[in-house]
T-cell receptor, first 114, second 114 residues
Framework: EAGVAQSPRYKIIEKRQSVAFWCNPI?????LYWYQQILGQGPKLLIQ????????DSQLPKDRFSAERLKGVDSTLKIQPAKLEDSAVYLC????????????FGDGTRLSIL | AQTVTQSQPEMSVQEAETVTLSCTYD???????LFWYKQPPSRQMILVIR??????QNATENRFSVNFQKAAKSFSLKISDSQLGDTAMYFC???????????FGTGTRLKVLA
């Protein structure tokens, strides 16, 4: 089966600019996650979708971050305006759903803010 | 609140030897699940092994096994016959039956030496 696809792989922008990331989960996976992974740390959940509804976005900085999952498949994560502390790898993962199901991760997008 | 703690930032092991990575967790839930994920330098996170809290038997996957001590809230990963390809960051994670939210530890960087 095809894995979780993410693009772009790398992105460099200046602070206060905007950026968007795209994720295509594994076909049939109902649950989709976006994580922020700062260098040297574990992934931090930003938002979790179940189909096209938001399950958890408690750690999403909503003043600058937004995410959507149209039609319960692809998802986009946007940052506007970017800050220096947003430099990180943004990981997308998907699963069949259920707490015992493993997550399948994409390669991530490495974002550098100048 | 759910927490996951990995107290070993870095470890190294000689090829073909055995190494144990530590993880402790805290949760007020009765039904929960524990995972170990591996993140090689290429960055894609993959599942190594998982354990259901209601199962007393420790999970095993080929060279990987866990020591699950429920009363102590400890979930360590043992890698036997270490191989150079085991070099990676290893993350411990937990979820509960109430949500599908993963909580990750800060990771242990393992280096297998030739």
């Amino acid at each position: 089966e095809a894995g979780v696809a993410q693009s772009p792989r790398y992105k460099i922008i200046e602070k206060r600019q905007s950026v968007a990331f795209w994720c295509n989960p594994i076909s049939g996976h109902a649950t989709l996650y976006w994580y922020q992974q700062i260098l040297g740390q574990g992934p931090k959940l930003l938002i979790q979708f179940q189909n096209n509804g938001v399950v958890d976005d408690s750690q999403l900085p909503k003043d600058r971050f937004s995410a959507e999952r149209l039609k319960g498949v692809d998802s986009t994560l946007k940052i506007q305006p970017a800050k220096l502390e947003d430099s990180a790898v943004y990981l997308c993962a998907s699963s069949l759903g259920g707490p015992n199901q493993p997550q399948h991760f994409g390669d991530g997008t490495r974002l550098s803010i100048l | 609140a759910q927490t996951v703690t990995q107290s070993q930032p870095e470890m190294s092991v000689q090829e073909a030897e055995t190494v144990t990575l530590s993880c402790t967790y805290d949760t007020s839930e009765n039904n929960y699940y524990l995972f170990w994920y591996k993140q090689p330098p290429s960055r894609q996170m993959i599942l190594v092994i998982r354990q259901e809290a209601y199962k007393q038997q420790n999970a095993t996957e080929n060279r990987f096994s866990v020591n699950f001590q429920k009363a102590a809230k400890s979930f360590s990963l043992k890698i036997s016959d270490s191989q150079l390809g085991d070099t990676a960051m290893y993350f411990c994670a937990s979820t509960t039956s109430g949500t599908y939210k993963y909580i990750f530890g800060t990771g242990t960087r393992l280096k297998v030496l030739a």
